[in-house]
């Protein structure tokens, strides 16, 4: 059973430009979260979506920022007009829906953004 | 989310068992206690949760003090893939709205030989 996966694993980007960001979940799961993790920082939730749903956007910028997950293929984390503060690993999570009890959340290996 | 404390650093020599303590005073009733680790830059990693009962997977141990207040992971045979920040989370164990985990600093963990 593979885990989630996220691509790319690096992404550069000129300031200005926009960032497409991709996480497959793993196998049965249809909980989707991203979390960023800026420079020395710790990690901080930024969305949460079910399949075609966004359920919690409470830690996800308001502005050039968003999210969505579609009925099929990846979940996208989108920003747009990079800025240099947008640098930061972006991870992603998964969990299953429907077995009961089962709430653990299941990271990717994250995608490095890197804005020049 | 109830607030958890852990030290910022603790060392282990290879080999050892590591306890790594975290306090959740203000704990609720239907909050479970999840710890991660993540390893140099890599996504965070699942080790294991618990509502009151000690908990033991092929990872780690799990106890949990009998008013909650606080737990302690242990790493029985420490090694250096061990070394990691390891996160203390306490949340809902439901799929809801609002069951973000929120990391804090951690507990940075270092084995040495």
């Known amino acids: 059973n593979a885990g989630v996966m996220q691509n790319p694993r690096h992404l550069v980007r000129r300031r200005g430009q926009e960032a497409r960001l991709r996480c497959s979940p793993m196998?049965?799961?249809?909980?989707v979260y991203w979390y960023r993790q800026l420079p020395e920082e710790g990690l901080k939730f930024m969305v949460y979506?079910?399949?075609?749903?966004?359920?919690?956007e409470s830690g996800m910028p308001k502005e050039r920022f968003s999210a969505e997950f579609p009925k099929e293929g990846p979940s996208i984390l989108r920003i747009q007009q990079v800025v240099r503060g947008d640098s930061a690993a972006y991870f992603c999570?998964?969990?299953?829906?429907?077995?009961?009890?089962?709430?653990?959340?299941?990271f990717g290996p994250g995608t490095r953004l890197t804005v020049t | 989310d109830a607030k958890t404390t852990q030290p910022p650093s603790m060392d282990c020599a290879e080999g050892r068992a590591a306890n790594l303590p975290c306090n959740h005073s203000?704990?609720?009733?239907?909050?479970?206690v999840y710890w991660y680790r993540q390893i140099h830059s890599q996504g965070p990693q699942y080790i294991i949760h618990?509502?009151?009962n000690n908990e033991t997977n092929e990872m780690a141990s799990l106890i949990i003090t009998e008013d909650r207040k606080s737990s302690t992971l242990i790493l029985p045979h420490a090694t250096l893939r061990d070394t990691a920040v390891y996160y203390c989370?306490?949340?809902?164990?439901?799929?809801?709205?609002?069951?973000?985990?929120?990391f804090g600093g951690g507990t940075r963990l270092m084995v040495k030989p």
């Open positions: 999570a998964s969990s299953p829906g429907s077995i009961a009890g089962v709430y653990e959340q299941y």
């Open positions: 196998k049965g799961h249809s909980h």
């Open positions: 979506l079910q399949k075609e749903n966004i359920i919690d």
């Open positions: 203000t704990i609720s009733g239907n909050e479970y």
């Open positions: 618990g509502l009151k």
């Open positions: 989370i306490v949340r809902v164990g439901s799929n809801n709205a609002g069951n973000m985990l929120t």
